[in-house]
């Protein structure tokens, strides 16, 4: 067997994950989240689910992986042959995000076309951004072309490569967002928008800022997907797990963070609070307002934009090299088989997920458009049954103590042990078997919320 090459430093470990994990989880799907489901009580609720939740479940599977060296399929066979399903199952979570994801970002490549090409003026009218996803053949050609690219490089295998340059990207994309924040802050008005963001208003408080937020949270970080499970196995002993999951999530969620105060008091200040509930279009409907208002806009706008589709693209490229390698690992295919499975049905997949919104947007399931549908199954339905199973079998199969044995490896102190033990014995599963059965009836109409 091929020797497992490792991340050569703690901080390369933490900057890969966090190039994969930040994304458009964080630019496109975090403020509109928090938008709608009450600003600052999301913000509060997420921040406390990522601490305890979000801690527990990335120090369990990252622990996993670099324990047996293996990704998730082979590890939980590895560790009990029961669980040998639980890893094919957390496999099919991210073969479901990854043809919506290219769409989107797909989106993204186009508003970055319409900037540099002098359209962004045209951008910011209303109506601009419905009658493009509405259409037919363009946003299936922006789709194509990310999910084309992303198979180029993952075909060639030097996803790595291109995660290095998620080094250099990342503080550029950190530095824009806080010029475009500084601006909209600027602006009369603003400040409702940011006490809406950052204020816990208690009426805003219910059960489904919690679904949304504990989805969103393993969405981000990339939790219930394998995915951690394999960074875990190139993870050399040597580094500590417990600080490096902090330092992602501090990271990811610091993304997320500037992602809400850039665009929700932008929100309040060009479209009013009635815009809040907009959903998805979000991003794509209240920026370039703002960068039309700006004086240099289009400069900041398209490399904006530029910065959000990099970001969006290795996102795309490290979900496709999770579903490549799975296929690759659970079949014994070549990887330029995988890799044309893996576009023929993305192709498919994500084409239904485009048109979804224009000529088959009649479709409807449970209510909702295919994209979204899409991602309610795989954030709502498939993730928390993972966690569940991750949880059952961390607690009661292998024991907690084996994870902290793992995090402990040469020295290392693991300061959360208590309250990973507790979460995960006591609180997560139950918590987590809630979150699924409220998901499950509220899209079947039982269950108003
Ligand atoms: N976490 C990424 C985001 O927030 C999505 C992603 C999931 C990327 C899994 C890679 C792997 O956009």
């Given at each position: 067997m091929k020797e497992r090459?490792?991340?050569?430093?703690?901080?390369?470990?933490?900057?890969?994950?966090?190039a994969?994990?930040?994304?458009?989880?964080?630019?496109?799907?975090?403020?509109y989240l928090?938008?709608?489901?009450?600003?600052?009580?999301?913000?509060?609720i997420?921040?406390?689910?990522?601490?305890?939740f979000?801690?527990?479940?990335?120090?369990?599977?990252?622990?996993i992986g670099?324990?047996?060296?293996?990704?998730a399929?082979?590890?939980?066979k590895?560790?009990?042959?029961?669980?040998?399903?639980?890893?094919?199952?957390?496999m099919?979570?991210?073969?479901?995000?990854?043809?919506?994801?290219?769409v989107?970002?797909g989106w993204v490549?186009?508003?970055f076309?319409?900037?540099?090409?002098?359209?962004?003026k045209?951008?910011?009218?209303d109506?601009y951004?419905?009658a493009?996803?509405?259409?037919?053949g363009?946003?299936?050609?922006w789709?194509?072309i990310?999910?084309?690219?992303?198979?180029?490089?993952?075909?060639?295998?030097?996803?790595?490569?291109?995660e290095?340059?998620?080094?250099?990207?990342m503080?550029?994309?950190?530095v824009?967002?806080?010029?475009?924040?500084?601006?909209?802050?600027?602006?009369p008005?603003?400040?409702?928008?940011?006490?809406?963001?950052?204020?816990?208003?208690?009426k805003?408080?219910s059960?489904?800022?919690?679904l949304?937020?504990i989805?969103?949270?393993?969405?981000s970080?990339s939790i219930?997907?394998?995915?951690?499970?394999?960074?875990g196995?190139?993870?050399?002993k040597?580094h500590?797990?417990?600080?490096?999951?902090?330092?992602?999530?501090?990271?990811?969620t610091?993304?997320?963070?500037?992602?809400?105060?850039?665009?929700?008091?932008?929100?309040?200040t060009?479209s009013g609070?009635?815009?809040?509930?907009?959903?998805?279009?979000?991003?794509?409907?209240t920026?370039?307002k703002?960068?039309?208002s700006?004086?240099?806009?289009r400069?900041?706008g398209t490399?904006?934009f530029?910065?959000?589709?990099?970001?969006?693209?290795?996102?795309?490229?490290?979900?496709m090299?999770?579903?490549?390698?799975?296929?690759?690992d659970a079949?014994h295919?070549?990887?330029s088989?995988?890799?044309?499975?893996?576009?023929?049905?993305?192709?498919v997949?994500?084409g239904?997920?485009?048109?979804?919104?224009?000529?088959?947007?009649?479709?409807t399931?449970?209510?909702m458009?295919?994209?979204?549908?899409?991602?309610?199954?795989?954030?709502?339905v498939?993730?928390?049954?993972?966690?569940?199973?991750?949880?059952?079998?961390?607690?009661?199969?292998?024991?907690?103590g084996?994870?902290?044995e793992?995090?402990?490896a040469?020295?290392?102190?693991?300061r959360?042990?208590?309250?990973?033990?507790?979460?995960?014995k006591?609180?997560a599963?139950w918590?987590?078997?809630l979150?699924?059965?409220s998901?499950?009836m509220?899209a079947?109409?039982?269950f108003k919320?």
């Amino acid at each position: 067997m091929k020797e497992r090459s490792s991340f050569n430093s703690k901080i390369g470990f933490v900057l890969a994950a966090a190039a994969s994990a930040v994304g458009l989880g964080n630019l496109w799907r975090f403020p509109y989240l928090a938008a709608q489901h009450g600003g600052g009580s999301f913000l509060l609720i997420y921040i406390i689910l990522s601490v305890t939740f979000g801690f527990t479940l990335m120090v369990a599977e990252i622990s996993i992986g670099r324990k047996t060296k293996l990704s998730a399929i082979g590890a939980y066979k590895k560790l009990n042959k029961k669980f040998a399903f639980e890893g094919v199952l957390s496999m099919i979570v991210p073969m479901i995000i990854l043809p919506y994801y290219a769409v989107i970002n797909g989106w993204v490549l186009k508003y970055f076309a319409a900037f540099i090409s002098g359209e962004d003026k045209a951008a910011a009218a209303d109506g601009y951004f419905n009658a493009f996803i509405s259409e037919t053949g363009e946003p299936l050609v922006w789709f194509l072309i990310c999910l084309a690219g992303a198979g180029v490089v993952v075909f060639l295998g030097v996803t790595h490569g291109i995660e290095k340059s998620g080094k250099i990207l990342m503080p550029v994309l950190l530095v824009l967002m806080v010029i475009v924040v500084v601006f909209v802050l600027s602006r009369p008005g603003s400040l409702e928008g940011v006490k809406y963001y950052l204020v816990p208003n208690v009426k805003n408080l219910s059960f489904k800022t919690f679904l949304a937020a504990i989805g969103q949270l393993f969405y981000s970080l990339s939790i219930s997907m394998g995915i951690l499970i394999s960074y875990g196995s190139y993870m050399s002993k040597k580094h500590h797990i417990e600080s490096s999951v902090h330092q992602i999530e501090f990271f990811d969620t610091l993304v997320a963070f500037l992602a809400g105060l850039m665009i929700i008091p932008a929100v309040f200040t060009f479209s009013g609070d009635a815009a809040l509930s907009s959903g998805p279009s979000l991003m794509f409907v209240t920026l370039p307002k703002v960068f039309a208002s700006m004086a240099t806009g289009r400069i900041v706008g398209t490399v904006f934009f530029l910065m959000v589709f990099f970001a969006a693209l290795t996102s795309t490229i490290s979900l496709m090299e999770a579903v490549v390698s799975n296929f690759i690992d659970a079949f014994h295919m070549k990887r330029s088989t995988a890799v044309l499975i893996t576009l023929a049905y993305c192709g498919v997949l994500g084409g239904l997920a485009s048109l979804g919104y224009g000529p088959l947007s009649g479709v409807t399931i449970f209510g909702m458009h295919i994209l979204d549908f899409m991602d309610f199954i795989s954030n709502s339905v498939l993730m928390p049954v993972v966690a569940i199973i991750t949880c059952i079998f961390v607690a009661f199969v292998i024991k907690p103590g084996a994870i902290i044995e793992e995090v402990e490896a040469e020295g290392s102190v693991f300061r959360g042990k208590k309250v990973f033990s507790f979460i995960i014995k006591f609180v997560a599963p139950w918590f987590m078997i809630l979150i699924l059965i409220s998901s499950i009836m509220q899209a079947l109409g039982l269950f108003k919320l």
